[in-house]
Nanobody, 123 residues
Framework: QLQASGGGLVQGGGSLRLSCAAS????????LAWFRRAPEKEREFVAG???????YYSDSVKGRFTISRDNVKSMVYLQMDSLKPEDTAVYYCAASTSTILSTIGRSHAYTHWGQGTQVTVSS
């Protein structure tokens, strides 16, 4: 089970840190990711981190967002800096047992999802 938090309203150029708490399962064995869905748009991959701690980002957030994980606390984080209005969306954390690298950005590979947290960036 995943529980996301940390969303809110922020001005453009500001920062937010999303958190996702996991319970149950073997946390360290999961690939973890953040996805987002903006109004009237498809859900899209934002960032992912494998069990090896290798990180992957969409081009739209690379250099501005940082994903991290704490296997002791069973937490995954998304530090979002230099936020833009186009980052406005509901953000979801997700967990996958897939070890295939090509699936890291594909939502169908994720079996566990958090409830989503709203991020709104004003211009």
């Amino acid at each position: 089970q995943l529980q996301a938090s940390g969303g809110g309203l922020v001005q453009g150029g500001g920062s937010l840190r999303l958190s996702c708490a996991a319970s149950g399962g073997t946390f360290r064995s999961y690939t973890l990711a953040w996805f987002r869905r903006a109004p009237e748009k498809e859900r899209e991959f934002v960032a992912g981190i494998r069990t090896s701690r290798h990180e992957y980002y969409s081009d739209s957030v690379k250099g501005r967002f940082t994903i991290s994980r704490d296997n002791v606390k069973s937490m995954v984080y998304l530090q979002m800096d230099s936020l833009k209005p186009e980052d406005t969306a509901v953000y979801y954390c997700a967990a996958s047992t897939s070890t295939i690298l090509s699936t890291i950005g594909r939502s169908h590979a994720y079996t566990h999802w958090g409830q989503g947290t709203q991020v709104t960036v004003s211009s």
